[in-house]
């Protein structure tokens, strides 16, 4: 099931070509602390995995010139770890599909398997797309970090860019949370803006209020 959602883009500071943030990896997402966010269809309280801790609420994107920056939250902490009721490998798997801007043409697959043992550095999985098959990419322990809150509240990881080299400007992004089991996967899809976009957006944030204080 592939859920259609609206893109929110949190207020940021940065210029077009200038770095923009850089969160922070602690298992915990703020307020304003990603540029982008995609938020999933809220009206899923039908489905099986509603308010399980396998329902999706945003993934989050930023990059600070040196990372891709991702995060996950859920509708209702915590993060279910174990896969679902009936899940035979008591996993969960958190990934992230990226595409060109129309969503034809692959590029990177990110995998975070998680379960009662929590997420270590060996959970996290980068592929790109060869054009006929998925080739995984060579990831030192400095190249990566990922993390889920103590509480389970949030899953977060951050990237080399140089790794993902041939990610569009704009991506499209599709993400899925898989409960390995008998349970419905949860999933959600956008276009991530490119850099420059979010710079003016930002500078129009900023102009508001600035105008704001002014007043």
């Known amino acids: 099931m592939?859920?259609?959602?609206?893109?929110?883009v949190a207020a940021l500071v940065g210029l077009p070509g200038v770095a923009l943030a850089s969160p922070t990896l602690d298992g915990s997402v703020g307020a304003g602390e990603y540029t982008v966010v995609l938020n999933d269809t809220p009206n899923e309280t039908t489905k099986p995995f509603y308010n399980t801790g396998l329902d999706m609420s945003t993934v989050?994107?930023?990059q600070d010139g040196t990372w891709n920056y991702m995060a996950l939250t859920v509708v209702s902490p915590p993060v279910d770890i174990n896969g679902g009721p009936l899940?035979?490998?008591e996993q969960t798997i958190f990934r992230m599909f990226f595409y060109d801007h129309t969503g034809t043409?692959?590029?990177y697959r990110l995998a975070v398997t998680m379960d009662a043992g929590g997420v270590s550095l060996s959970s996290l999985t980068l592929d790109s797309w060869t054009g006929t098959a998925w080739a995984t990419v060579s990831l030192l322990p400095?190249?990566?970090a990922v993390t889920l809150g103590t509480s389970n509240t949030a899953l977060?990881?951050?990237i080399l860019q140089s790794k993902m080299s041939s990610l569009a400007t704009d991506p499209y992004v599709r993400a899925q949370l898989d409960d390995t089991g008998d349970w419905a996967d949860d999933s959600l899809e956008g276009v991530v803006p490119?850099?420059?976009?979010l710079g003016l957006m930002g500078l129009g944030v900023a102009g508001l209020i600035l105008r704001r204080r002014r007043k």
């Open 194 to 197: 490119e850099p420059a976009t």
């Open 105 to 107: 043409t692959k590029a």
């Open 142 to 144: 400095a190249d990566y």
């Open 60 to 62: 989050q994107f930023d």
């Open 156 to 158: 977060e990881a951050k």
């Open 87 to 89: 899940s035979i490998d």
């Open 2 to 8: 592939h859920c259609w959602l609206a893109l929110g």
